[in-house]
């Protein structure tokens, strides 16, 4: 009896030690799968940042070129502004010398009446 019994204990041990195994390769997986989670976490992660990152410089860029376009619009409006009064100033000058002509018209149209008079009175 004694020998079956050995035999028995022999046997309910290697079934322990496989038992003890297998649960060690399902430890050892589950370590591996929560490994390569953490693995692809990190990746994602990394493209994410890389992502932000590329994101955060092309926004900077848009921001440079907004404030450039801005600027170069002001600068343009202050120019137009510039011409608008040089050609009001322009427009005022020509309506004066206009206006200048038209008096010396008008004498120069009294003038010929006049001679035309003396011109019939002699």
Known sequence: MDLKLEA????????????GQKLGKS?????DEQILH??????????????????????????RKRQQAEQELAAEEELLKIQEASLRKDEDR????VALLK??????????ERLQRNDADR
């Open 103 to 112: 008096r010396k018209e008008v004498e120069l149209q009294l003038s010929r």
């Open 27 to 31: 430890e050892k997986l589950e370590k």
């Open 38 to 63: 953490m693995k692809e976490t990190d990746a994602l992660k990394s493209r994410a940042s890389s992502q932000m990152d590329k994101l955060l410089s092309e926004e900077r860029v848009l921001n």
């Open 8 to 19: 028995v204990l022999s046997a309910e041990e290697m079934e322990l030690k496989r038992a």
């Open 94 to 97: 020509l309506g004066q010398e």
